[in-house]
């Protein structure tokens, strides 16, 4: 994309005020990792024009409430909150049960479609620019991004300002800005998501390892970033 060559020897911080300054329709996705912390903190020290939203699917560890709240007390950002459809839910655990995920990956995809892709659907709607804390250190299969990509299904495109920043770089901006985090990184959780689907990892583990640790993949997405690339 011709973004990318315009913005190729930005910093981080200049991609992200070049694309608040020159786009409108800007939307950023945070889980309240700490990559997604990280873009807050500056969105919100630079007061840019960018909308905040979060998916909240129903499974979420009370540690993400903690920090979502912490967020909200310390910046005073409007984080719009996005939710499964009731009925879809309702139907999904009387049919399969309330822990159907563990029982094969495509009921894993299901949920992770009903919990997550279709509010996320809702979210981007009408929105030009997607922002996510998506990083290359996380996993191979997110190795050979951009930082910016479109996606042709969503029609909008998708942005990565922390693509190339290091975990450690990371931890560094949080404890000298003193950026609220989720406390279950220091239980050893390197990526976080609904409760049941996460835990910590082992030394030499894939810092993605945790997430759907059941599935014998090492594609292991949700389906929020499976893009068609152009």
């Not at 910093?11 to 950023?28: H, M, P, R, S, Y």
């Not at 931890?171 to 910590?200: D, T």
């Amino acid at each position: 994309m011709e973004i990318n060559q315009q913005t190729e020897h930005l910093t981080w911080q200049e991609k992200l005020e070049f694309v608040a300054g020159n786009f409108d329709g800007i939307t950023f996705s945070s889980s309240f990792s700490i990559e997604d912390q990280v873009i807050s903190d500056f969105i919100a020290a630079k007061n840019l024009p960018i909308e905040i939203f979060t998916l909240d699917t129903g499974r979420l560890p009370q540690e993400t409430y903690d920090v979502w709240q912490n967020t909200l007390n310390k910046y005073e950002l409007k984080i719009t909150a996005y939710y499964p459809d009731e009925k879809e839910i309702s139907d999904f655990v009387n049919r399969e049960g309330i822990n159907a995920f563990y029982a094969s990956k495509e009921l894993r995809l299901k949920c992770c479609e009903i919990r997550k892709i279709r509010p996320l659907q809702r979210a981007l709607k009408g929105k030009k620019i997607w922002i996510s804390g998506l990083r290359k250190e996380h996993s191979h299969n997110r190795a050979g991004k951009d930082f910016f990509e479109k996606d042709e299904a969503l029609g909008v495109i998708k942005f990565y300002p922390l693509l190339e920043v290091s975990e450690t770089e990371l931890w560094e901006k949080i404890h000298q800005n003193r950026i609220p985090f989720n406390r279950l990184y220091k239980a050893g959780y390197r990526s976080i998501g609904c409760a049941p689907c996460s835990r910590a990892i082992k030394e030499g583990e894939d810092l993605r390892a945790g997430r759907w640790w059941w599935e014998d993949d090492s594609k292991k997405e949700c389906g929020l970033h499976n893009l068609n690339k152009s």
